[in-house]
């Protein structure tokens, strides 16, 4: 079970690695825990298909319910458990349990039971709690009953064995089994070292499904697998040892041919079940292994990974909430090892069209000097990825404090800007080399400040101006010569970042400072033009439109003003948008232009501002009628992709193939529809399992719905045999009259083209005539 920091692979086993997504594994869904909300993933397309949303604290547990897998628990430290129908994403009940929980176990043997893992004077213990039968959505259930008392917080290290006969619990030093039967536990302890040094603390447990085994990773790498375990002085254990440092997750498949184990060597191991000297092995899997899971029909695994960013950077689509794929930094094997530094990427910016990043990464030893490496990476059209293009080694002598490209779209050359604790801060300019293929990035401008440390550098809009501000310093240089044009100061408080104004704003420069203010100077008067208190975390310019985001932080909380430089009263303002700091900001363009015509988010119709907490949540701002449409397309994703492979299914998607070829004919017969079909239909098809009406009445409706009435269908006969006479009695008429009434053939062409003319009876009984001919001989003529 993770939060959002956390990242998912999907394994398919016959395979090999299939799908990297962010967790229960419910064949075609993924179901994980990411901050205050349970994310529901399709494991097929990989879009988010549901925010399953109403906790008010961390998600701490997802668990499917035994007697129902279309549903799922989660539980909160908000001291709630819910009840979801997830693929609807509609919160079917909520439990008031009063206590921070911290994880959620449930079997099939135990209806209607729960069992939490709540705090309990000075540590934690394992409850039951029956759930009351209520029809009301919001249900207390504060009746607990103790089954395990010092247990451990971990989610891995407790199990259930055997269907929900026993429950196996992990913690320190001691393995705990309580047999429900008997209501007896046994306790099996172990020395803290073995007798060659390891660790024996218990990290993670696992139950096999059929057997009575039980495996246990530990903190020295080693699995043991316990059995005759409900004999305390019968017990016995095998050793299994691949790991070379803690266990972190053990799995079994579903039917228990294979245990599941991964750790810190970011190594997916499969062991055989009885013949573990049989293993397999899914290596580079970028980041600690933190959790596994298997779906139910053990088609798919899934790992957790403690984090994926130290040496590479996500490529995420903010739009599809989706990873698109990783770009290996780096380029070095991540070595596992205790005590080792390992390079770290700290730093990233793009350029203003997108085809150009630039990367910084370090390596602090304690015996050594820093190691740090500027890279460069061009865009590739064809792979849809980036490529190395140019490395430099120790760009600056210390670390680097920002780094910022040139932003002008229509500028001849590219440029990279640095700032460096080395006191200096450089110019990179991309041009041809003489002895490289194509061009590449050199040095162009080294400057300094009265030997102050530069901490931030912007450009303007145009690309004409450079702003680095040297602690309570702004400098502002030209590129085209690198003089320095003038200086600006402000009250005692060292700059913490700096942003040009956009469009009609470009001749403002803001900056904030570490005595929390934020300034804006106008560069025409070279003055400070205003002023205000306030501390502001982050500061950014939207490239699309004159506003400008100021992040606030506060009684540990965030407040938003949007405001435009040149006037005084924001354009927008929110408090406590969100808990901690914001890190991280950007103003993302949008594909098309919202037409807001409320005051209060007209400043998002040209871009969606998007921004990322201290705890690692990504937040945005959207209109009520994105919000309407998301809702949309979201139900059409579940609707398409949780209708099971049944020949139900399949003889329904054959009538509806059908019914579409037939629309999109046009000439084909049009067909009478049931009575009562679509109704029930959409009864079974559209409406949430929890409130739909009984089962005997939806089966009556249904049945009803395919019988044919046998009073509609004497009435057609009889309607055929008078037609059948009239047309004889017109064949023995001498007279030709014009009829008042058209024939049924006459009526159907009438639907097919409603331009004909109508046909009197002697040209009717002439074209039925003259269709009965055999007209065979013409094929004859025309192979000749």
Not at 206 to 233: Q, S, Y
Not at 288 to 313: E, M, Q, R, W
Request: net charge negative; with cysteine.
């Amino acid at each position: 079970l993770v939060n959002s920091t956390y990242e998912l692979v999907l394994y398919c086993p016959s395979t090999k690695l299939k799908r990297m997504k962010k967790g229960v594994c419910c064949c075609r869904f993924l179901l994980c825990a990411s901050g205050e909300c349970v994310k529901v993933f399709s494991t097929s397309t990989e879009e988010c298909i549901h925010d399953l949303r109403g906790h008010t604290e961390l998600v701490t547990g997802v668990l499917l319910r035994p007697s129902n897998h279309l549903q799922v628990y989660s539980c909160s430290a908000d001291g709630t458990v819910r009840l979801w129908d997830f693929t609807d994403g509609i919160l079917i009940k909520t439990y008031v349990i009063g206590y921070p929980i911290y994880s959620i176990y449930a079997s099939a043997n135990h209806e209607g039971v729960i069992f939490l893992v709540t705090p309990a004077q000075k540590m934690f213990q394992l409850v039951a709690v029956q759930l009351p039968q209520s029809g009301d959505q919001l249900v207390e259930a504060r009746e607990l009953s103790a089954v395990l008392s010092d247990v451990s917080s971990n989610p891995a290290a407790i199990v259930f064995g055997r269907g929900g006969e026993y429950i196996a619990s992990a913690n320190g030093l001691q393995l705990e089994v309580y047999f429900f039967k008997k209501q007896k536990a046994y306790r099996f302890p172990l020395k803290e070292d073995n007798k060659k040094g390891g660790k024996n603390t218990f990290m993670c447990v696992a139950c096999h499904p059929k057997d009575d085994c039980i495996a246990t990773g530990h903190e020295d790498g080693k699995i043991r697998l316990w059995r005759n375990f409900n004999h305390k002085k019968e017990y016995t254990y095998s050793t299994l040892h691949w790991h070379h440092s803690a266990v972190s997750s053990l799995c079994f498949t579903p039917e228990g041919t294979n245990l599941l184990s991964g750790g810190i060597e970011s190594v997916l191991v499969q062991w055989r079940y009885n013949q573990e000297s049989q293993r397999d092995f899914l290596p580079r899997l970028g980041a600690a292994i933190t959790h596994i899971a298997v779906s139910p029909d053990g088609a798919l695994f899934c790992t957790s990974h403690s984090d994926n960013s130290k040496d590479k950077n996500k490529f995420y689509s903010l739009q599809r909430d989706k990873l698109l794929y990783n770009l290996d930094i780096v380029q070095q094997e991540y070595i596992h090892e205790s005590g080792l530094q390992q390079f770290e990427v700290v730093k990233a910016a793009f350029n203003a069209s997108g085809n150009w990043l630039a990367t910084v990464e370090e390596r602090k030893q304690k015996a050594a000097e820093l190691e740090l490496n500027l890279k460069l990476w061009a865009y590739d059209e064809q792979t849809q990825s980036f490529v190395l293009n140019t490395t430099i080694s120790a760009p600056h002598e210390a670390q680097i404090t920002a780094m910022c490209f040139c932003h002008a779209a229509d500028s001849q050359t590219t440029m990279l800007a640095s700032t460096s604790k080395d006191g200096h801060f450089k110019a990179w300019q991309l041009a041809a080399q003489a002895h490289t293929e194509g061009p590449s990035w050199s040095c162009d401008f080294v400057g300094a400040y009265h030997d102050l440390v530069p901490e931030c550098c912007c450009f303007s809009a145009d690309g004409s101006l450079l702003a680095v501000s040297f602690q309570e310093v702004v400098t502002v240089w030209s590129p085209a010569s690198w003089e320095l044009l003038t200086t600006l100061s402000q009250p005692p408080g060292a700059i913490r970042d700096l942003c040009f104004g956009r469009l009609s704003c470009s001749k403002y420069l803001l900056g904030t400072s570490a005595n929390n203010l934020l300034c804006c100077w106008n560069l025409l008067t070279c003055s400070l033009e205003w002023s205000t208190s306030m501390d502001v975390s982050l500061l950014l310019a939207d490239p699309l439109s004159e506003n400008m985001a100021a992040f606030c932080c506060q009684a540990g909380c965030t407040d938003l003003f949007v405001f435009k430089p040149s006037e005084p009263r924001p354009l927008f303002s929110r408090k406590e948008v969100c808990s901690g700091k914001v890190t991280r900001a950007v103003f993302a363009p949008r594909e098309e232009m919202l037409e807001s015509c409320e005051e209060s988010s007209q400043w998002l119709n040209h871009s969606q501002l998007y921004f990322l907490t201290q705890y690692m949540d990504l937040m945005t701002f959207t209109t009520k009628a994105e919000e309407d449409r998301l809702m949309a397309s979201s139900k059409q994703l579940v609707i398409d992709d949780s209708v099971a492979m049944t020949p139900f299914y399949l003889l329904l998607g054959k009538h509806r193939q059908q019914e579409n070829q037939d629309s999109l004919g046009g000439m084909s017969a049009e067909r009478t529809p049931l009575p009562q079909g679509s109704v029930a239909i959409r009864e079974l098809l559209q409406t949430p399992a929890h409130v739909l009406p009984s089962t005997s009445y939806l089966c009556s409706m249904f049945v009803q719905s395919l019988l044919i009435s046998v009073t509609d269908t004497r009435e057609e006969n009889k309607h055929t045999e008078e037609e059948m006479e009239s047309e004889k009695e017109e064949e023995d008429s001498e007279g030709e009259m014009e009829s008042s009434t058209r024939p049924k053939e006459s009526l159907e062409s009438e639907a097919t083209e409603s331009a004909a003319p109508a046909l009197t009876k002697a040209q009717a009984r002439e074209l039925r005539r003259v269709k009965k001919l055999d007209h065979s001989w013409l094929a004859g003529l025309l192979d000749s």
